[in-house]
């Protein structure tokens, strides 16, 4: 089956402006989870989205948000974008959350100038 | 609270074997391994369930001592491929998330 797909793949923003990331889960995955990548930090959960709602968030400030559709895809928007949001992003599905293994997607790389 | 892993780094021969370690201070239900090579997505390795069920999809071992909030990775026999950063995810019970650690970066030399 095909896998999680991200889009787009490389970003260059400028800081202040807006960006919106898309995942494409695996079909019949119900939850998408985000997560920040750095050489400094490691992993850093963004939130999670089940079935269109978002169940749990991560200690990222209000500027990251994202959605959930009925098609279990989803999107998060980084707004005012600063230097520091410069990372890959990457989405991970899985059918149910939790203690289901997770399925990352390539990631967005994303480069705030 | 982020799990701590070690080692941080660790560099073996083909044919070596790994010990990789998670632990946390928080009462854990699961625990997840993902591997990522360079400039790739992690890929899933392993979840270990609280009551001791383990799930994984390769030839490779892992322990979840529950009353510590420890899991290790055991890596035999290793080979070239098994290079990359490894990391353990852990999840709360009832939390629905995972926290990642900071990862291990397994380096295995001909």
């Known amino acids: 089956k095909a896998g999680v797909t991200q889009t787009p793949r490389y970003l260059i923003k400028t800081r202040g402006q807006q960006v919106t990331l898309s995942c494409s889960p695996i079909?019949?995955?119900?939850?998408v989870s985000w997560y920040q990548q750095t050489p400094g930090q490691g992993l850093q959960f963004l939130f999670e989205?089940?079935?269109?709602?978002?169940?749990n968030k991560g200690n990222f400030p209000g500027r990251f948000s994202g959605r959930q559709f009925s098609n279990s895809r989803s999107e998060m928007n980084v707004s005012t974008l600063e230097l520091g949001d410069s990372a890959l992003y990457l989405c991970?599905?899985?059918?149910?959350?939790?203690?289901?293994?997770?399925?990352f997607g390539p990631g967005t790389r994303l480069t705030v100038t | 609270q982020q799990p701590v892993q070690s080692p941080q780094a660790v560099i073996l021969r083909e044919g070596e074997d790994a010990v990789i370690n998670c632990s946390s201070s928080?009462?854990?239900?699961?625990v997840h391994w993902y591997r990522q090579k360079h400039g790739e997505a992690p890929v899933f390795l392993m979840i270990?369930?609280?009551?001791?069920e383990q799930k994984g999809h390769e030839k490779i071992s892992a322990s979840f001592n529950e009353k510590k909030q420890q899991s290790s990775l055991y890596l035999t026999a290793s080979q070239l491929s098994y290079s990359g950063t490894y990391f353990c995810?852990?999840?709360?019970?009832?939390?629905?998330?995972?926290?990642f650690g900071q990862g291990t970066r397994l380096t295995i030399n001909p």
């Open positions: 270990l369930l609280k009551g001791g």
């Open positions: 928080k009462a854990l239900y699961s």
């Open positions: 995810g852990t999840e709360e019970q009832g939390a629905q998330k995972l926290v």
């Open positions: 991970a599905s899985s059918y149910s959350g939790g203690a289901y293994e997770q399925y």
């Open positions: 079909s019949g995955h119900r939850s």
């Open positions: 989205y089940f079935s269109e709602t978002q169940r």
